[in-house]
């Protein structure tokens, strides 16, 4: 009999002690605190040690809400929100760092999740004005920008590994005929190993992107997949203008001579 009494006390203790852990786990998820990526993890101990910088940040965010309300292409409204973004878009694909984007093409998907990214660390701050930088926003701003080229470095590395890449995605990328890899002008598919082996294909011959008029200094070829969309001047303060005057592009910080 009391082998049974010490075995029903200590199912019970081991009972009383999984509901305590459970709820403690549930506790942990509701209320944010789950482990996040190591790079999220930078990113919050520089903000929750940087009073000035978390109040630009939120005030980013509170930006992007007021602009954009629309919780598909906006999901982001708050800190948590967005440290729970950078988790996921730190092992996404370019196509669906935005994971329910309604674009129906692959390139289009790929444009818009890159934007998003950019859309939040690239709103005015009147706090940045006057700073110097080419524009009055976060991702100019130390120590964020240092901690921005480092998540696009990492996840870059990624990128290159083999997790990044599989038949389904290379079947998505073939379905877009913006890729132009169903005409024949690539390698074998079977050598991308990685999303980026796929980004930086190489062409199956040199003969596939013949150079126009190499000997006629006048004639200039595209050194890409890409349309040329027009020639502008460049002023003397380095801006490049469009015809119809608005600025495109600072080219550098210093005057032209």
Same mark, same amino acid.
């Given at each position: 009999m009391k082998k049974?009494? %010490?075995?029903? *006390?200590?199912l019970s203790v081991v009972t009383l002690w999984s509901l305590l852990s459970f709820s403690a786990l549930a506790v942990e998820f509701s209320s944010g605190s789950a482990k996040h990526e190591p790079i999220t993890e930078h990113l919050i101990t520089m903000v929750e040690h940087n009073t000035e910088l978390k109040s630009m940040l939120v005030e980013s965010i509170d930006k992007t809400t007021k602009i954009n309300p629309d919780k598909v292409t +906006?999901?982001? #409204?708050?800190?948590?929100?967005y440290y729970n973004f950078i988790d996921w878009a730190a092992k996404a694909l370019p196509w669906s760092i935005l994971p329910n984007a309604p674009w129906s093409?692959?390139?289009?998907?790929?444009?818009?999740?890159?934007d998003y990214f950019y859309f939040v660390n690239d709103q005015p701050l009147l706090q940045l004005k006057n700073k110097g930088y080419y524009h009055n926003s976060l991702q100019y701003h130390e120590p964020y920008r240092t901690w921005l080229i480092n998540f =696009?470095?990492? $996840?870059?590395?990624?990128l290159s590994k083999e997790d990044s890449w599989n038949d389904a995605y290379y079947?998505?990328?073939l379905e877009d005929e913006r890729f132009g890899l169903n005409k024949g002008w690539y390698e074998d598919?079977? +050598? $991308?190993? =990685? %999303? +980026?082996?796929?980004f930086a *294909? @190489?062409?199956?011959?040199?003969?596939? #992107? /013949?150079?126009?008029?190499?000997?006629? /200094?006048?004639?200039?070829?595209?050194p890409a997949d890409s349309k040329p969309q027009g020639v502008w001047k460049i002023d003397q303060h380095s801006n490049i203008v469009h015809k119809k005057g608005v =600025?495109?592009?600072?080219?550098?910080? @210093? /005057?032209?001579r």
């Open positions: 049974i009494h %010490f075995l029903v *006390r200590l +906006n999901p982001v #409204r708050t800190l948590e929100e093409s692959l390139y289009d998907q790929i444009d818009q999740s890159l =696009t470095k990492e $996840w870059g590395l990624y079947k998505k990328a598919p079977s +050598n $991308w190993k =990685t %999303f +980026n082996d796929f *294909r @190489y062409l199956k011959s040199p003969d596939q #992107r /013949p150079i126009a008029a190499p000997n006629d /200094p006048s004639v200039v070829a595209s =600025t495109c592009v600072q080219v550098h910080s @210093y /005057p032209c």
